[in-house]
């Protein structure tokens, strides 16, 4: 791994560590801002929604198979 930093491979490249780096102020803000707070949690009630869903449509086809032999087997 020594060969990656030589100091041909870096000929005219400035170092992050000199003085004469320019820096550029980030706007002061929260890491999460309220806009993505809310769309995370709108995700995750939909997502929750369609497994819901989902299960609540499988358990309706087992009922009907289940009532479906008892009436084959009624008559």
Same mark, same amino acid.
């Given at each position: 791994?020594?060969? $990656?930093?030589?100091?041909?491979?870096? *000929?005219?490249?400035?170092?992050?560590?000199?003085?004469?780096?320019?820096t550029?102020?980030?706007?002061? @803000? *929260?890491?999460?801002? @309220?806009? #993505?707070?809310? $769309?995370?949690?709108?995700?995750?009630?939909?997502?929750? *929604?369609?497994? #819901?869903?989902?299960?609540? +449509? *499988?358990?309706?086809?087992?009922? +009907?198979? @289940?009532?479906?032999?008892?009436?084959?087997?009624?008559?």
């Amino acid at each position: 791994m020594a060969g $990656l930093n030589t100091q041909k491979r870096n *000929a005219g490249l400035e170092s992050s560590q000199s003085s004469n780096v320019h820096t550029v102020p980030i706007a002061n @803000r *929260a890491s999460f801002d @309220r806009v #993505t707070i809310a $769309l995370h949690w709108t995700t995750v009630v939909l997502v929750l *929604a369609l497994l #819901t869903t989902a299960l609540l +449509h *499988a358990q309706s086809h087992a009922w +009907h198979r @289940r009532d479906a032999k008892r009436l084959e087997a009624k008559s």
